[in-house]
């Protein structure tokens, strides 16, 4: 059951319908009222209920025209985003009743959304001090009768846009293969849009619109923090295949997803990049192969490379080094907090770290606008990559091997061994078996990618 900020399980909610006295410590409901799609306009409605509170996220789609025979795939598809999308306002108060008002999961996808919830808000539990264990399980309704259909789609590829180097890796290479693609981003940020026009003039925005009451009731105390929101991501880019005619999804998350951000006091991982780990990619796959369509693949292009190969190869596309950015103070609902990168967070850290090895101080000043690793004052920032401790950032950031083998390569190379944040951290390293820069750029490991698009012909 979900615990309250007392520890207690949650009260019931005084009688009242307004979200002014709404408070996450009488939280006890949430439902999942539902949703609709409206081709003609292309808006879809999502719509929720927390205790006495309306809740409704709009997303807008160019306006369509979908063939009959792809409806049943579609109106699945807006299943999934409705219920994975959810999170971000169960969140909020964690009741531990969840009820259903309008289509059903079945066993099955109650069970996927279960992991998903757990799994995917365990950070927002490890940082709220909630358990994640006792997260309600998701009812589910009847047993698993549908078997998805083809929807008949194009052969061509969504590639969505993030603003940062992987996603540009990821178009370079489609575009290497001459894939007939365009880049889509889901959100209004300026940068990425500016970014997405930059490769193709069909790039493509999709706006996200939360219910602002959510800002009120964190505002009044509610429940905050990391949601996964490449999973929410994943599912509107699901429902955007379908209906604008894509049969390829092509995601560009890494390996170093995978590893755990830190293990929490029950011995539990607790993964910050969850949604981008190929355990996800596997349960959304398998999930849109069984309710969704035969014919329609959502996956991460870069799934066989970790960070730093993806570095390797981004310090090659010069053309794109001044209008990336990875730095994540870009990208907040509210508007940029910096002007393409801060310096100071974990993000603007390992990129810089993970770039170093393949170019210059002079060209990472082009990009940075400073040294970063030249600065004393950021050396704890640079430690915390290595996790010495066995805990990571909670970032988007590469494993902890991947760092310290990009230090240790930096402090063998005269053009980066004295400088500040080398010559501090690199005697830490000591003692520890470091794999090389060339061990940890080798593509490998298990992957989704199409057999014509995979780098390494025998993972699987």
């Known amino acids: 059951m979900a615990k309250g900020p007392s520890g207690k399980s949650a009260e019931v909610l005084p009688d009242s319908d307004s979200a002014a006295v709404w408070r996450p410590e009488h939280s006890r409901r949430f439902v999942f009222v539902g949703r609709s799609y409206e081709p003609g ?14 809740l409704r996220e709009v997303i807008s789609l160019p306006p369509a025209s979908p063939p009959p025979h792809r409806w049943p795939a579609i109106e699945a598809a807006l299943d999934l985003l409705h219920w994975v999308a959810g999170c971000s306002y169960w969140k909020a108060g964690c009741p531990a009743e969840v009820s259903f008002s309008g289509n059903h999961p079945n066993q099955a996808q109650a069970a996927w959304l279960t992991r998903l919830f757990r799994a995917g808000l365990a950070e927002f539990a490890y940082r709220n001090g909630l358990d994640p264990a006792g997260f309600p399980e998701m009812p589910g ?73 959510l800002a009120r009731l964190n505002a009044q105390g509610a429940w905050n923090g990391h949601v996964p929101v490449t999973a929410i991501n994943a599912a509107v880019m699901t429902l955007a295949a379908l209906v604008l005619d894509y049969d390829r999804v092509a995601f560009a998350n890494e390996r170093s997803a995978d ?41 991460s292009l870069l799934r066989q490379d970790r960070e730093l190969g993806v570095c390797r190869e981004f310090a090659g596309l010069t053309a794109w080094h001044g209008l990336f950015s990875s730095c994540n103070r870009n990208f907040h609902l509210e508007g940029p907090r910096t002007n393409r990168w801060c310096g100071q967070c974990p993000k603007c850290h390992f990129v810089f770290l993970a770039l170093a090895p393949f170019m210059t101080p002079a060209a990472l000043i082009d990009i940075f606008g400073r040294d970063l690793l030249e600065d004393a004052d950021q050396i704890d920032g640079f430690a915390d990559l290595l996790a010495l401790d066995g805990r990571k950032p909670f970032e988007c950031v590469g494993e902890a091997q991947e760092a310290r083998a990009a230090l240790a390569a930096l402090a063998a190379s005269p053009a980066w061994s004295r400088h500040a944040v080398v010559s501090a951290l690199s005697p830490r390293l000591k003692g520890l078996a470091l794999p090389t820069l060339e061990q940890v750029c080798r593509p490998a490991g298990p992957h989704l990618i199409p057999s014509e698009w995979a780098r390494d012909q025998d993972a699987t």
């Open 259 to 299: 590893e755990a951000t830190l293990h929490d006091e029950s011995g539990r991982a607790v993964n910050h990049q969850f949604s981008k780990s190929f355990e996800f990619e596997r349960m959304m796959d398998g999930w849109i192969r069984r309710w969704i369509a035969c014919d329609l693949k959502v996956f």
């Open 41 to 54: 306009s292309g808006e879809v409605s999502l719509n929720y209920m927390l205790d006495d509170v309306c």
């Open 141 to 213: 309704q009847g047993d698993d009768f549908r078997s998805a259909e083809p929807a008949g789609l194009k052969r061509r590829t969504l590639v969505p846009i993030g603003g940062g180097k992987d996603s540009l890796v990821a178009w370079s290479r489609l575009q290497a293969h001459a894939e007939d693609c365009r880049p889509v981003q889901i959100g209004n940020s300026v940068l990425i849009q500016r970014l997405g026009l930059a490769l193709s003039d069909q790039h493509l925005l999709i706006p996200r619109q939360l219910d602002p009451t």
